[in-house]
């Protein structure tokens, strides 16, 4: 969905940099690690936290969303967050669906250019 949306927006497939993290509550990392790169205008995060059976799934969905916010506030590189905390896998795929349907990733990615776009109109110069 990410890609798709970006491509829908016109954002080059050159100018996509898609990078792997191990599970959700690494993202904030992951999305650190590119927004001090210097290489990125904004970035996506998608993921899944799905609930089980312990109280995992609450601790790692709030430390990766407020993580991503801080990386965000903190670089001022815009992050968007996809990140699905789901119940079960039948939730996931509704938030998942292809082209025409409703798809988490895809709206992150119109969220990542539109905030880069604003990011960059009201940049200072030479910062």
């Known amino acids: 969905g990410v890609e798709r949306g970006l491509k829908a927006l016109g954002v080059a497939a050159d100018d996509v940099v898609t990078v792997s993290v191990p599970g959700s509550f690494e993202i904030p990392f992951g999305a650190r690690a590119l927004a001090t790169s210097g290489r990125v205008d904004a970035v996506v995060c998608i993921g899944l936290v799905m609930r089980g059976e312990t109280s995992h799934y609450d601790i790692v969905a709030g430390e990766c969303a407020s993580g991503v916010q801080q990386v965000q506030l903190t670089t001022g590189v815009p992050v968007a967050f996809g990140v699905l905390t789901t119940e079960d896998e039948a939730q996931a795929l509704a938030r998942s669906e292809g082209p025409g349907g409703h798809n988490v990733g895809e709206e992150a990615a ?18």
Do not use: I, K
Not at 110 to 127: D, F, K, S, T
């Open 110 to 127: 119109a969220v990542a250019v539109e905030m880069a776009r604003l990011a960059q109109a009201y940049r200072r110069p030479g910062g």
